[in-house]
């Protein structure tokens, strides 16, 4: 069951999603293509936290297909996990781990393929650790590579390899460590400059926090895991492991009094995730919907007619057929919305602080550019024929427009500016 006090907490961070076993028959509503998959529900911001805190069980999700709008009903107590972000960004989580053991028995290696595939996290080895004695023994190298063989084994075929490294073992020297905690995962580049490896560990040069180049050194003492990018070489040393790590596998794994006891075993590949498949949202919402869909899951732009003349847009950006409003992008800007349009303050072309005014009959286009999916909507029957005129019609039998918007005043370093781009498809204005 996943916990109901956490949920709110997870939506303040900003999206969320809701991870479902698409051959659970407890959810109705499912895409045909559902079946064999992790199904990934965006769910939307306020609509959804507010739905569930007053059932505190099915969500409703709609969703759109190539064949039109839908609507999954999902179970919330059949969930196998809920995904976001924590108060400074980072990926968290809540786990509902009797459903996600029905599917393995590493949920959290299962999560972080998932996390990876959707763009929220980075690429992350999997140290898979056998979990049974007979998994063990099979892991057992005939003979067990040194330190220095067994990342050259993992580098073989100039592929990227990662260190397991353990913070606490003095003359560990590497960018950008953690903040906190005593493990630290490095992908060693094949391209790396000046990397050496010898019998006392490996050093390298690097490009630090400060810009300068920086010497690196990796004691192999440091040193308790080693794999390949593919997953398909690695190697493990229990004694050196961190000592976090090692509270946590003690806990987690059956076969941790035989593990501690071994100087290396091989790492066996992760199980291949299982496919996922992403809802996407209705492709038909109006300019109102898709604004605040897009603004509950993150950054986004809205392009508005300027043509259109109940829009008021600032007097130097009026030479534009359209203006961007791109939103939480690292721009100063706000955006609200009421049932008329929308008001938003952006920079205008010097960079000063400006207002725009539009109703949502001048809203020719919304892109969500939220971690994952990217969705957008446009409404062809918006573009006035002042707007239309300023369009080109590609071989591709599409409209597009493309500009610069600037947004700040010039420098020595030139102007910066907004790249805009506006595409739909063919349509007759009258």
């Given at each position: 069951?996943?916990?109901?006090?956490?949920?709110?907490?997870?939506?303040?961070?900003?999206?969320?999603?809701?991870?479902?076993?698409?051959?659970?028959?407890?959810?109705?509503?499912?895409?045909?293509?559902?079946?064999?998959?992790?199904?990934?529900?965006?769910?939307?911001?306020?609509?959804?936290?507010?739905?569930?805190?007053?059932?505190?069980?099915?969500?409703?999700?709609?969703?759109?297909?190539?064949?039109?709008?839908?609507?999954?009903t999902?179970?919330?107590?059949?969930?196998?996990?809920?995904?976001?972000?924590?108060?400074?960004?980072?990926?968290?989580?809540?786990?509902?781990p009797?459903?996600?053991?029905?599917?393995?028995?590493?949920?959290g290696?299962?999560?972080?393929?998932?996390?990876?595939?959707?763009?929220?996290?980075?690429?992350?080895?999997?140290?898979?650790?056998?979990?049974?004695?007979?998994?063990?023994?099979?892991?057992?190298?005939?003979?067990?590579?040194?330190?220095?063989?067994?990342?050259?084994?993992?580098?073989?075929?100039?592929?990227?390899?990662?260190?397991?490294?353990?913070?606490?073992?003095?003359?560990l020297r590497?960018?950008?460590?953690?903040?906190?905690?005593?493990?630290?995962?490095?992908?060693?580049?094949?391209?790396?400059?000046?990397?050496?490896i010898?019998?006392?560990?490996?050093?390298?040069?690097?490009?630090?926090?400060s810009?300068?180049?920086?010497?690196?050194?990796?004691?192999?003492?440091?040193?308790?895991?080693?794999?390949?990018?593919?997953?398909?070489?690695?190697?493990?040393?229990?004694?050196?492991?961190?000592?976090?790590?090692?509270?946590?596998?003690?806990?987690?794994?059956?076969?941790?009094?035989?593990?501690?006891?071994?100087?290396?075993?091989?790492?066996?590949?992760?199980t291949p995730?299982?496919?996922?498949?992403?809802?996407?949202?209705?492709?038909?919402?109006?300019?109102?919907?898709a604004?605040?869909?897009?603004?509950?899951?993150?950054p986004?732009?809205?392009?508005?007619?300027?043509?259109?003349?109940?829009?008021?847009?600032?007097?130097?950006?009026?030479?534009?057929?359209?203006?961007?409003?791109?939103?939480?992008?690292?721009?100063?800007?706000?955006?609200?919305?009421?049932?008329d349009?929308?008001?938003?303050?952006?920079?205008?072309?010097?960079?000063?602080p400006?207002?725009?005014?539009?109703?949502?009959?001048?809203?020719?286009?919304?892109?969500?550019?939220?971690?994952?999916?990217?969705?957008?909507?446009?409404?062809p029957?918006?573009?006035?024929?002042?707007?239309?005129?300023?369009?080109?019609?590609?071989?591709?039998?599409?409209?597009?427009?493309?500009?610069?918007?600037?947004?700040?005043?010039?420098?020595?370093?030139g102007?910066?500016?907004?790249?805009?781009?506006?595409?739909?498809?063919?349509?007759?204005?009258?």
């Amino acid at each position: 069951m996943i916990a109901g006090d956490k949920i709110l907490t997870l939506f303040q961070n900003g999206p969320v999603l809701l991870v479902i076993d698409g051959d659970d028959p407890v959810h109705a509503g499912l895409p045909a293509g559902a079946r064999g998959h992790l199904v990934v529900a965006p769910l939307v911001g306020a609509w959804h936290r507010d739905a569930l805190a007053r059932t505190g069980g099915d969500v409703q999700c709609r969703y759109g297909t190539e064949r039109g709008e839908h609507t999954a009903t999902l179970r919330l107590d059949h969930g196998l996990a809920l995904l976001g972000c924590g108060p400074h960004h980072e990926p968290a989580g809540i786990l509902n781990p009797q459903r996600l053991a029905a599917l393995g028995d590493n949920p959290g290696l299962l999560i972080q393929q998932l996390l990876t595939s959707l763009s929220l996290a980075p690429p992350q080895p999997s140290w898979n650790f056998p979990r049974d004695d007979a998994s063990v023994a099979a892991l057992l190298p005939a003979n067990a590579p040194s330190k220095r063989a067994a990342v050259e084994r993992a580098r073989a075929g100039n592929l990227p390899c990662w260190l397991g490294l353990n913070m606490q073992v003095p003359g560990l020297r590497v960018v950008a460590p953690p903040m906190a905690g005593d493990v630290h995962n490095v992908l060693l580049m094949p391209d790396t400059a000046e990397l050496r490896i010898d019998d006392v560990g490996l050093a390298w040069r690097q490009v630090g926090v400060s810009g300068a180049i920086e010497d690196m050194h990796v004691p192999y003492g440091a040193l308790w895991g080693v794999q390949s990018f593919d997953a398909e070489t690695g190697f493990c040393w229990p004694p050196q492991l961190a000592p976090s790590l090692r509270t946590t596998l003690e806990r987690a794994l059956p076969t941790w009094d035989t593990l501690s006891r071994l100087e290396c075993i091989a790492i066996a590949p992760a199980t291949p995730a299982r496919p996922s498949l992403l809802l996407q949202p209705p492709p038909a919402l109006t300019p109102r919907e898709a604004v605040d869909w897009a603004l509950q899951q993150g950054p986004l732009m809205v392009l508005v007619d300027r043509t259109d003349l109940r829009v008021r847009s600032p007097a130097n950006l009026r030479q534009q057929p359209v203006v961007a409003i791109a939103h939480q992008v690292g721009l100063p800007t706000s955006l609200v919305v009421d049932e008329d349009g929308l008001v938003a303050n952006l920079p205008d072309a010097n960079g000063a602080p400006a207002t725009l005014r539009a109703p949502w009959t001048a809203v020719v286009a919304v892109q969500s550019m939220a971690p994952f999916g990217h969705p957008s909507w446009n409404w062809p029957s918006h573009v006035s024929a002042s707007l239309m005129d300023a369009m080109q019609f590609d071989a591709d039998g599409s409209w597009h427009l493309a500009l610069q918007q600037p947004c700040g005043a010039e420098t020595a370093a030139g102007r910066p500016m907004l790249e805009v781009a506006l595409t739909l498809p063919r349509l007759d204005v009258h």
